[in-house]
Structures are given as C-alpha cells and as structure tokens.
C-alpha cells in the first residue's frame, strides 16, 4: 500500500519535500510523484532520485469515460496502489494539474 505525502501546487514544492524526506531518512527510491504534465515530470526526475509517473487518463479513457461517466483518474490512483479512500480524496485535484507524492510504506531510518 502507498502512503499519500501530499498534494503540491508545483514541482519545486514537491522536490523540496522529496529533499525534507530524504533528510529524514527515507529513501528516494520508495517515493512516487505523480503527475499529468510531461515538463513537470522531466524536472522532478532529473532533480531528484524519486520515481515520477504520469497517472492521468490515456485519449481512449477520457472518452469512455464521457460515455460511461467512470472517473478514470480515480482509476489510475487505484491501479497505482492508493486505497480506494485516497483516491477518492486527491483525484480531483490531480485532475487539476496537481503533483501528488506518495511513498512506500517505510520506516524512517531504512535507507
């Protein structure tokens, strides 16, 4: 199960708490932004070492989705391994071109 860190306006927010995270000892190989915009995605992933993955809904999805009225960022978050409650709460705003980190559930300190 993934832990949601937070919802960032921004990359540069986002790579400032990737670096707070990595301070506190967790690992930057554990940790996901996902995001829909491509530039954003080329900047967190050449400044840090966390993983970035784009979670939005491929052309066929959107389209379904008009017709079948699924939310297909939900989806995504699901798939990706948020729990059906987490991807209730941030999918809106992901669909807002927000940044959403999350991270496999660690301890601190097992770098």
Excluded: C, W
Aim: aromatic content about 6%.
């Amino acid at each position: 199960m993934k832990q949601v860190i937070g919802l960032f306006d921004s990359e540069i927010d986002v790579i400032r708490k990737i670096e707070d995270l990595k301070v506190e000892g967790f690992d930057p190989a554990q940790m996901t932004a996902l995001t829909k915009d491509a530039d954003i995605y080329l900047t967190i992933q050449n400044r840090t070492k966390a993983s970035v993955e784009t979670a939005g809904p491929s052309m066929k999805e959107k389209i379904k989705s008009m017709f079948s009225r699924e939310k297909p960022v939900k989806d995504s978050l699901i798939k990706f391994g948020l729990s059906e409650e987490d991807a209730e709460n941030y999918h809106r705003e992901f669909a807002k071109e927000k940044v959403l980190l999350v991270i496999d559930e660690q301890p601190p300190g097992t770098v």
